[in-house]
T-cell receptor
Framework: DTAVSQTPKYLVTQMGNDKSIKCEQN?????MYWYKQDSKKFLKIMFS???????INETVPNRFSPKSPDKAHLNLHINSLELGDSAVYFC??????????????FGEGSWLTVV | AQTVTQSQPEMSVQEAETVTLSCTYD???????LFWYKQPPSRQMILVIR??????QNATENRFSVNFQKAAKSFSLKISDSQLGDAAMYFC???????????FGAGTQVVVTP
């Protein structure tokens, strides 16, 4: 009954490969996010989707392509992986109504290591 | 420019004692939302407490409470009666409005000693 679930949890891959991380939320939320946590544990937003539409795209290399087939799913595809892409990627979701500033709930993270 | 600043990279506390984590933020908005998240070694991001800027009353959740000083743009977290399970990285976060991104501070590592 996990609220925000991501797969895979761990991923080790070689430079130059293409990989995807999948995310699903069963909270009925209409907004989903991808955050990246680097080796210094700094967390930064990458993308945000509201009802399948992209609303935040934070200066992320175009090798990263999010896809939201429906409002319960937000996948992240990464092309031509580089060493610097090694990080923990968090999917998150929230239910937003005007003026609410609702809490964002996070998945368990996907630990990507590029070798 | 850094919106959220946590000036303490690490704080140590003995079991049953109290520790306070500091957080300051920068904003020109009058309405916004503040959060503390806990990240244990499992890396799971767990919401600890949240505060709406329009509320003057400080939020509390069991042993966790905040001191929200809007004019000073300060949002500290107090952990009372610390337990070994409180050992984790704690992140302060700011959210401007609905659909706004959550902006995090650099985190404070809390170490709990028996």
């Amino acid at each position: 009954d996990t609220a925000v679930s991501q797969t895979p949890k761990y991923l080790v891959t070689q430079m130059g490969n293409d990989k995807s991380i999948k995310c699903e939320q069963n909270l009925g939320h209409d907004t989903m996010y991808w955050y990246k946590q680097d080796s210094k544990k700094f967390l930064k937003i990458m993308f945000s989707y509201n009802n399948k539409e992209l609303i935040i795209n934070e200066t992320v290399p175009n090798r990263f392509s999010p896809k939201s087939p429906d409002k319960a799913h937000l996948n992240l595809h990464i092309n031509s992986l580089e060493l610097g892409d090694s990080a923990v990627y968090f999917c998150a979701s929230s239910q937003d109504v005007p003026g609410s500033g609702n809490t964002i709930y996070f998945g368990e993270g996907s630990w990507l290591t590029v070798v | 420019a850094q919106t959220v600043t946590q000036s303490q990279p690490e704080m140590s506390v003995q079991e049953a004692e109290t520790v306070t984590l500091s957080c300051t933020y920068d904003t020109s908005e009058s309405d916004y939302y503040l959060f503390w998240y806990k990240q244990p070694p499992s890396r799971q991001m767990i919401l600890v407490i949240r505060q709406e800027a329009y509320k003057q009353q400080n939020a509390t959740e069991n042993r966790f409470s905040v001191n929200f000083q809007k004019a000073a743009k300060s949002f500290s977290l107090k952990i009372s009666d610390s337990q070994l399970g409180d050992a984790a990285m704690y992140f302060c976060a700011y959210r401007r409005n609905s659909w706004g991104k959550l902006q995090f501070g650099a985190g404070t590592q809390v170490v709990v000693t028996p």
